[in-house]
């Protein structure tokens, strides 16, 4: 065991489609440090048919998916390179809308 | 041929009469359709000093050069008139298949003025129109009265448009409804309805609408749809219909929870658009002519309904803090039987009960109570007991009691299911919208929340103005056109100024449907601020102006619409107290 210090847990919350290939919600240890790039390729690793749902090419999102943490749409913090604290939830959805 | 019927029928109920005319050019050529012929003929034809629920308001039905031309999601029509709910000039919009049936039987607009001395109804039929009586009709649900019309004109394929009790009982937030579940939702048409003593429009027959240019129209279409068909949005109304938003908006922390006195509800995933498909959720189904096909058959123990779509799913969810996703799509049914703005009506309710809850008003219900929202709802329908005072709004509700403050309406209208105070352009969309606390008079959820056409910082207010006026420019021109505002998530305005013009022969580009669309906004405004809508009345209530979000990311904040009203007066050409300058005036020819 690593001292908590040392990692992070994080809360992963799937909506609409992405629930078809991955958990609705899942709980994640990574080394501190981690990023929101690192947890979604980490997750794409473990779900079959989650990367065509949320990248175009492996470095770009596809439109219209929207990756927020703590309710804040990543793009407006460092968008993949967002750092993840202990404790944070990511809420992650592929293309969808209303009205 | 241009994608018109070519013909308005002017019904005068006062008179008993009919007169059908030709569909001016130039009211083509300037306003388009739908929206734009709407607030043009009422404008024209209504003296700004009118009550809406007086004989002299006139209420009218139009489509759109795009509706039932078989355009993908061309299937809309506008129902515009003095509201009684807002005092101002307004529209809302349907789809389903009537806007179609209303161009077979000959007409591009109806226009109802006057009011019958006894219940009437208003038969469209293949290039003729008369007046019948409805007196057997009164009284009658939505889908009561469109059975019996079909059964009188022995005729399924007849497509009735019609009020339910609430109309008739003029309830400020009646609607009128299509095909028993399309709505014409806000602003209380159904009302207006009511008081002309008119209860059903019934439209049929097989006249031909053909384009200026085919061939161009049908290469538009193929464009048109291949877009629709790719887009990732586009697919998801398809699969989860709007309430898929429930969850996206829960997790930005700006959804609207108990009359707007927080803004994330614990238990959304209950009433979600997830949980609907994986539980009531029957079918989904379309409009005329649709692709995308977002509307949701449900199934709650045996009773077959469409909907909840988003925002009646919020509204009598979330704001009134209910996770029964079975008591809130039975809501909704009361709501399409009795034609009562599904908006308005829970939202309405929430407000009644954070004023019960705090003991301004004598009442058992409370937020979370399912049984007690659904008997309020044919209260308010019927016009019983407290129902008789809720049905004159949120507004007028509050302030007989003490506490406007508590209405969460902009312009007398119940706002809908987003947080201002987290969405800043938003905020600034339906503060200055021409129709009252709004959402669909230019959605900035799409860019400030779904990411479409492009990201936009919700928090931000640097921008926004140009985004809002864009948007709502565009917005009315789309209205005009016909075309259902969905299509929109994948859709440019070059797009939809193709359709138009393949469509109409007329020469429109993406700045000439702006420019209709702009015309249209400031011809309602104008109208508007000679019946006294001004400067003050662009705003939204203290609660989201001074009171800070407490939960999640948008935490601190309130909606700063302050910060923007200048500038986005100052880019519409409008002076400080948002009057139109006679340069604007001019420049659209008004
Ligand atoms: S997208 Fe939905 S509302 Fe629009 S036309 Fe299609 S079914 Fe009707």
Redesign the pocket.
Known sequence: MTGAKDHVTVTVRAFATLREVMDRELRCEYPSGVTVGTLLRDLVQKYNGLGALLFSDPETLRDYVNILVNGRNMEFLAGLSTPLADGDTIALFPPAAGG | MDGYAGKIVYADLSAGKVLIKPTPPELKKLYLGGRGFGIRLLTDMVDPKTDPLDAKNVLVLAAGPLTGTGTP?G??YEVSTLSPLTGAAISANS??VFGWKMKKAGFDAIVVSGKAKKPAWLFLDNGKAEIRDASGLWGKTTGQTTDAIQNELNDKGVRVACIGPAGEKLVRFACIINEKT?AAGRGGVGAVMGSKNLKAIAARGDQMIKPADEAKLKAVNERVKKKLEENGI?QA?QKYG?AVLINIINENYVMPTRNFQSARFAAAEKVSGETMAATILKQN????S??????RVCNVDGELGEGPEYEPDWAFGPDCGIDDLKAVARANNICNEYGLDAISAPTTIACLMEMAEKGYVKHAVRFGDAKGMLALVEQIAKREGIGDELAEGSFRFATKYGHPELSMSSKKQELPAYDPRGIQGYGLATATSVRGGDHVYGYMIAPEILGSPQKLDPYVTAGKPQWVKTFQDLTAGIDASGM????SFALGADDYADLVAATTGMKVDAAELLKIGERIWNLQKLYNIKRGFGRKDDTLPARLLNEPLKEGAPSGQVSRIGEMLDEYYTLRGWDRDGVPSPAKLKELGL
């Open positions: 999601l299937s809309r789809g389903g399309r586009e109304l709007t189904k379309g409009c005329y649709c692709i995308v096909k977002c509307g259902c505002l969905f299509s």
